[in-house]
């Protein structure tokens, strides 16, 4: 399993804009466009700081651990909204968790 | 690109976006340019956001007794005079900070939550976006994906700095009057604890590679305390900082037989609240004594302080949560493992990196130094590093306003430095055959795992070691000149494994001259296994020779400025 996870159902390659946010702001330098959709370089080269996750326009980006160190599927998801970010983490029983944040004045 | 400016600041980060806004605070006239490898907002060791800033000095503590503190954490061997400087700051570079938009609870009566003795809670998650956003404010110009290869220098002066634009391919030639390095730590030295593509899965930021201590080597800028690596304890497999936890909730840690190892061995040195080296050192070796897995106990947790304990993760670690998820997890009824991670070379932890005045100029005219990259005052954490950017503005500026010129730079040194920073992307264009940065970076991992102490080897440090690592390192740094990159994403890789192995080497002589063990867990010297003040109460310091290449060392003597017992807090 990858470290992040794009998925190109939902990715647009967010034609139009000089450079998506995920190509923008990983710190990396690790995503890139092809064929108008957005692909990781080296999937073991992230660091798990979710730029890409936090900032994408679709929902299209996910955080996967590597098979390595968590073998179980389960999600979590950040959807900002406005001065907050509201996160959705799933287990894999299904239980699933909602957590929101402050992050701004 | 030619870019003339008045102050140039390397790397967009902490330090650097309080330096570029205090700069221009400071003169509005003022040319300010930022050079930044990956995108201001969300770049370096902010990326992800943070829970806490460590080091706010609270009601009731002063500069003095923080320093006292920050003595003791690093066993008795501090810059005071840097560690002073930097406590005066440090609160109102914070209330800048929250004015800027960064949310931090408070109590009843409006102060800061406190979170342990130094620090404070935030809700950081934006802390990055906040950052560049005063920065654009402040109308400082910004130039993002530009990596930066070299300093320019003119007889032991900086005039400016070169890179190379990871996006345009653009050579980037800056004459700058000033210049502040900027660019953190250097993670990446070893082989980390996690492979293949868990790798980088690491706690410092893999992309902070170490530039700003390698283009200070190369410069023959004097640097301190590398031997003081740092080596974390962290949540295992995912290496989250353990403080939220630790410090946050006053969890203890236990060994597999359920004993407080900290309280029961170190009880004379602080316990749970032991100086960090001995934090990874305790468990280390109760590790290797077949005492481990060791543990964070979280049985006095409820199911409140559960769920508070993922929310500030998710501010600052959200991968320990989807851990926590992907692994099934209950921290009611399993608690987590604890593990020393790969070791860095971290100024904002420990006292290695540039050497520094209290102004934080460098020993090379027009260079300033801050945050992680600069040595000599450990434990300043995000609060330090934010004081140190707005020091260094300032003498920056005064600088700048007493010397004001730009200097020439030799074509003949422009066209070296094309050269250099290119070379492995115009070798494989040729053709030709060489090693590729992934592959270096592995046998720099190894080497230095191997023989400099690395966690695999529980940090154990031997002269033996040392020395075939000088050996191999010396070796790799031959084999660099044949380096090839495929891409200028590789070229980036490129360029950040050239640092390390500068770093590296450095870091070996350092290690190699301190006959004690200052720092268990961080600097166990094998054949030296006891702190020995009579000899090593002194900073061990370095400077490479640009001519000659020789890397010498020598000590710099330890000034105690505030009184008390070095060895209590
Ligand atoms: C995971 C993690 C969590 C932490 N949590 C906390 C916390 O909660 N509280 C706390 O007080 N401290 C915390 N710290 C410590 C603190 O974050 C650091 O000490 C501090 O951020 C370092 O600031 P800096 O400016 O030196 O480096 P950074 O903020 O990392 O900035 C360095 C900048 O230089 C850029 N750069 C690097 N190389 C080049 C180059 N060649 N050319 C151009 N630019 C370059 C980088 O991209 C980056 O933007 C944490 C650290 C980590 C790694």
Same mark, same amino acid.
């Given at each position: ?43 073991? =080269? ?16 996910? @955080?996967? /651990? ?6 179980? =599927? ?32 | ?267 004379? /040195? ?51 949560? /989807? ?39 460098? @020993? ?33 500026? =005064? ?55 690395? *966690? ?5 440090? @031997? ?12 070796? /790799? ?28 080497? *450095? ?63």
């Amino acid at each position: 399993m990858l470290t992040i996870v794009i998925h190109h159902e939902k990715c647009t390659g967010c034609k139009g804009m000089k450079e998506p946010l995920c190509v923008k702001l990983c710190p990396g330098d690790l995503i890139m466009i092809k064929n108008e959709k957005s692909f990781i370089r080296d999937p073991g =080269d992230c660091w798990d700081c979710m730029a890409c996750v936090k900032s994408c326009p679709y929902g299209a980006i996910e @955080t996967k /651990l590597p098979y390595e160190l968590g073998y179980k =599927d389960a999600h979590l998801i950040p959807k900002r909204k406005g001065k907050i970010i509201v996160w959705e983490l799933v287990y894999s029983d299904g239980r699933r968790e909602v957590f929101e944040r402050q992050v701004r004045l | 690109m030619e870019i003339d400016t008045d102050l140039l600041i390397i790397g967009g980060g902490t330090a650097g976006c309080l330096a570029a806004v205090e700069a221009k605070e400071l003169d509005p006239d003022l040319k300010v340019t930022i050079l930044e490898k990956a995108h201001i907002e969300r770049s370096g060791c902010l990326a992800g956001g943070i829970n806490a800033i460590n080091v706010y000095i609270h009601e009731g503590e002063s500069p003095e007794s923080y320093v006292r503190w920050a003595r003791w954490y690093a066993m008795g061997l501090l810059r005071e005079d840097l560690a002073l400087t930097m406590a005066r700051e440090i609160n109102k570079a914070i209330e800048k900070v929250e004015k800027w938009g960064l949310p931090i609870p408070k109590d009843d009566k409006g102060r800061y939550l406190r979170r342990g003795r130094w620090g404070i809670h935030v809700f950081g998650e934006s802390i990055k976006p906040i950052l560049a956003k005063a920065v654009k404010n402040a109308e400082v110009d910004v130039y993002n994906r530009v990596v930066v290869t070299n300093l320019l220098t003119k007889r032991e002066k900086v005039i400016g700095a070169v890179g190379f634009g990871v996006r345009n391919g653009d050579f980037y030639l800056v004459r700058a009057k000033a210049t502040i390095v900027a660019t953190g730590g250097a993670a990446g030295l070893y082989k980390p604890k996690n492979d293949g593509e868990a790798h980088h899965k690491i706690w410092y930021s893999p992309f902070n590679t170490g530039t700003g201590y390698a283009v200070g080597i190369r410069a023959g800028a004097e640097m301190t305390s590398f031997e003081m690596r740092f080596n974390a304890i962290r949540i295992k497999d995912v290496n989250a900082p353990i403080g939220t936890i630790a410090v946050g909730f006053n969890a203890p840690v236990i060994n597999s037989k359920g004993e407080k190892f900290m309280q029961k061995n170190y009880a004379h /040195l602080g316990g749970e609240a032991a100086p960090t080296p001995l934090r990874v050192h305790g468990p280390m070796e109760e590790i290797r004594n077949g005492r481990g897995p060791c543990y964070i106990d979280t049985r006095r947790l409820n199911d409140k302080d559960l769920r508070r304990l993922k929310e500030e993760y998710l501010d600052e670690y959200p991968t320990l949560v /989807l851990y926590l998820a992907s692994n099934g997890i209950d921290l009611k009824n399993r608690f987590l493992e604890i593990y020393g991670t790969d070791p860095y070379i971290v100024g904002g932890h420990c006292n290695a990196g540039y050497w520094i005045n209290t102004d934080r100029s460098t @020993t090379l005219e027009g260079l300033y130094a801050i945050g992680d990259v600069a040595g000599g005052a450990s434990s300043k954490f995000v609060g330090g590093c934010f004081a140190e950017g707005i020091i260094a503005a300032r003498a920056a500026v =005064d600088y700048i306003c007493n010397k004001n010129a730009l200097e020439e730079v030799d074509p003949e040194l422009v066209d070296k430095e094309r050269y250099r920073t290119f070379a492995p992307l115009w070798r494989y264009k040729e053709g030709r055959h060489g090693p590729t940065p992934k592959e270096m970076e592995l046998r720099l991992q190894k080497v230095m795992d191997e023989y400099v102490g690395g *966690v695999h080897q529980f940090y154990l440090i @031997t002269e033996k070691g040392l020395e075939i690592a000088k050996i191999e390192i010396k070796a /790799l740094k031959e084999q660099a000149e044949n380096l090839i990159a495929r891409d200028l994403h590789e070229l980036m890789l490129a360029h950040e494994l050239i640092d390390r192995l500068d770093v590296a080497e *450095v870091l070996i002589h350092h290690l190699l001259y301190r006959k004690e063990t200052r720092w268990p867990g961080f600097q166990d010297r094998v054949e030296y296994p006891h702190l020995d003040d009579k000899n090593w109460l002194v900073f061990v310091n370095s400077r490479k020779n640009p001519k000659t290449g020789e890397i010498e060392v020598f000590t710099r003597p330890y000034e105690q400025i505030v009184p008390g017992d070095r060895y209590n807090p």
